[in-house]
């Protein structure tokens, strides 16, 4: 069955949709022929956007509450088919230094969510956008499912919080819950000015503004970004598995590159004449810093069929596109 046949017409609660990865999935559900609900609470520095879901404006609906709130989407979450579940704080330094607001925003709504769709849509799918953070620092790479589990910051601590809340609410019957674990992504309605969006996003900004670029150490940190399409495509094909052996699974790039070579690619393709720089990790962000990582995708692979299509510098020079054409239209 092609992602077409299956999402036409099926009713898709995206929650987090006006955010970055939210969006991206929010139009291509919409293009698909799905009935689009999105569920935004639109906090402050979370990345929302209503200009995110320019040219799908009239095929989505939009409600603007905090999924806690669920009385506000409550006729739409029983009547979901399908629940794809991006809501949430990405931000790892804002969360050191607000782990109250991290814990409400990841954890303490999300098992109220939760809570809500077991009583109202018993057994629904439910994908969930989980962190490569949740590992903390890499033994050794590329990393898989089953390593041992030791966030570096609050912000893990909570996602892992919620990883669980789906995995227990699946072995009872309650849900069909899928977890995505994502590596650093990138592509278009990237939040480029909100707090926390990782580094991608800043050296963006930054390039796009004709500064140069920072890089935090000495740039031999080892990372696989993932272009946003890609993500999407995945988020697609596990809200159509029926036979899953596995409920956890990593997203993460084609290609395993240094933080300096993803700086020299950005800068090459965006503004060849800005400097890139190496300076000693602030205090605080060495505190919680995970060193090198990369993804073992060979389970999803195996399992749901999916792979990064996307090199990194394709991906940048669409990205440059995109934010282009949004400055052009503007």
């Known amino acids: 069955m092609t992602e077409h046949d299956f999402y036409l017409d099926r009713r898709a609660l995206v929650t987090g949709g006006l955010g970055f990865i939210g969006s991206n999935l929010a139009v291509r559900l919409a293009r698909l022929g799905a009935q689009v609900t999105v569920v935004d609470s639109c906090v402050p520095g979370c990345g929302a956007s209503d200009s995110n879901l320019e040219g799908v404006h009239h095929l989505v609906r939009v409600i603007r509450a905090n999924i806690a709130d669920t009385a506000e989407f409550e006729r739409e979450l029983a009547q979901a088919d399908i629940v794809f579940n991006l809501a949430g704080e990405i931000s790892h330094s804002r969360s050191m230094e607000d782990p109250l607001r991290d814990l409400e925003l990841n954890t303490v709504a999300q098992l109220k969510f939760l809570s809500a769709a077991c009583a109202l849509r018993r057994g629904v799918r439910v994908v969930y956008a989980g962190t490569r953070q949740v590992y903390g620092p890499a033994a050794e790479l590329p990393v898989g499912e089953d390593v041992l589990i ?53 050296f963006l900004r930054r390039l796009l503004d004709g500064d140069g670029i920072e890089i935090f150490g000495d740039g031999a940190q080892l990372r696989d970004p993932i272009y946003s399409e890609d993500v999407v495509e995945a988020f697609l094909l596990a809200g159509m598995a029926r036979e899953l052996p596995h409920r956890i699974f990593n997203v993460g790039g084609p290609e395993t590159l240094s ?19 190496c300076r000693p990790f602030p205090p605080d962000h060495l505190a919680f810093d995970i060193g090198s990582y990369s993804s073992d995708t060979s389970r999803i692979r195996r399992d749901l069929g999916w792979q990064p299509r996307t090199g990194f510098r394709a991906g940048i020079r669409e990205t440059v596109r995109w934010f282009a054409g949004v400055s052009t239209s503007r």
Not at 184 to 202: D, E, I, K, M, T
Not at 268 to 274: K, L, R, V, Y
């Open 150 to 202: 030791n966030p570096t910051d609050f912000n893990g601590v909570h996602k892992r919080a919620a990883e669980l809340y789906h995995q227990m609410l699946t072995r009872m019957g309650k849900l069909d819950g899928v977890v995505l674990r994502l590596t650093n992504v990138y592509g278009p309605r990237l939040g480029l000015h909100a707090h926390g969006q990782g580094f991608l996003s800043v």
């Open 259 to 277: 933080v300096a070579a993803i700086a020299g690619i950005m800068r090459d393709e965006i503004a060849p004449e800005t400097a890139v720089r």
